[in-house]
């Protein structure tokens, strides 16, 4: 895992999911589970402050990559081309058409994860209907689609994994590609480490979601989700959730965006008045930190405004956000 020298570090004991306080720029827990903890008895609710999937075996160089961590889900996407030579790329980018690409989905125990695979009800507990394999000397099922193999086996008691694999050629080797990539997943909690840092969340926020966005061209995207609040028992959808993040991605001159300025640096603020309050996205510029692209990034739901105060106390927190030494070195964080 990625190195912690040069780095602040909070040591907290999680439970369920991990309690941070108002600064930090990584999280670690007490015992990190090994691969025998998690395939004998997989959490039922995951914290979102680890990762536990790796892969051992890629089918060729990586473009694109986005791994989420979740209580009840792990998502890992990666994208890439069959040899060395990058794939054709337009400036738009929907035109992205990478030779293949995997989609990793790890549900904790008991989540059932036919809420998000394809599902036969004539299949009975079966995910997905297709050939019965084994992964791990566990039950598995993958079906076969033009272009694609999706795989879903059992990593642990009452607790899936799903993978979809898209190969768009290498016709005579998806099976095998499907075969080696679900072999290849290594199961082991580690810290979950993101290269920022920002002061000013509330007391008693709660980490609820971590994403990291990797490129090949250099655009990158980190952020992180808090629960600032309490969940309405009988409003599961009332979530007061604040995200803090960094992104390369320019800011933006449009008609609904304000351009302000924060500390002297450029910002703008896009808001937008709810039934539960003021759904508002703030972002930053000029971020310290030898990153001359990046721009630190808030977005507040309607449920969480009342906690995270005005326009120029979302503003402030966005300005304190910092990338922490070794952020442009992607070998301390990377995620696959």
């Known amino acids: 895992m990625a190195s912690t020298k040069g780095r602040v570090l909070i040591l907290v004991t999680v439970t369920v999911v991990v309690a941070v306080v108002a600064s930090l720029s990584a999280w670690v827990t007490g015992r990190a589970l090994n691969t025998d903890d998690i395939v004998t008895s997989a959490p039922v609710r995951f914290d979102p402050s680890q990762q536990i999937m790796r892969l051992g075996y890629l089918p060729g160089p990586v473009e694109t ?23 054709t790329e337009e400036e738009d980018a929907s035109s992205f058409d990478p030779d293949w690409s995997i989609e990793l989905r790890m549900a ?46 059992e990593y642990a008691p009452d607790a899936w994994m799903h993978m979809m694999l898209y190969a768009k050629s290498a016709e005579d080797r998806r099976d095998e590609i499907a075969r080696r990539v679900a072999e290849g997943v290594r199961l082991e909690a580690t810290p979950r480490v993101l290269p920022i840092r920002v002061k000013g969340l509330p007391d008693g926020a709660v980490l609820e979601k971590t994403r990291l966005y990797w490129k090949a061209d ?66 930053v510029a000029q971020l310290p930190g030898r990153c001359a692209d990046c721009v630190a990034e808030v977005w507040i ?36």
């Open 65 to 87: 990559a986005e791994y989420t961590t979740g209580p009840e889900f792990h998502r890992l996407d990666i994208h890439g081309s069959f040899d060395d030579a990058p794939s």
């Open 218 to 283: 250099g655009h990158i995207s980190y952020s992180a989700d808090y629960l600032v609040g309490q969940v309405e028992e009988d409003q599961p959808d009332s979530r007061p959730v604040v995200r803090v993040g960094v992104s390369t991605e320019k800011l933006a001159r449009a008609r609904h965006l304000d351009r302000v300025t924060v500390a002297g640096r450029s910002a703008t603020v896009s808001e937008s008045r709810r039934k539960a309050g003021t759904m508002g996205i703030y972002r």
């Open 301 to 336: 739901e309607p449920y969480a405004s009342a906690v995270m105060g005005d326009r120029d106390d979302a503003l402030k927190l966005a300005a304190s956000i910092r990338l922490v030494e070794g952020h442009e070195d992607p070998a301390r964080w990377r995620f696959w």
């Open 108 to 153: 904790a125990r008991g989540v059932d994860i036919r809420s998000v695979v394809p599902y036969d009800e004539d299949s009975g507990e079966v995910p997905v209907r297709g050939e019965r394999l084994q992964v791990h000397g566990r039950p598995a099922f993958q079906a076969t689609f033009d272009s694609s193999r999706v795989l879903t086996w």
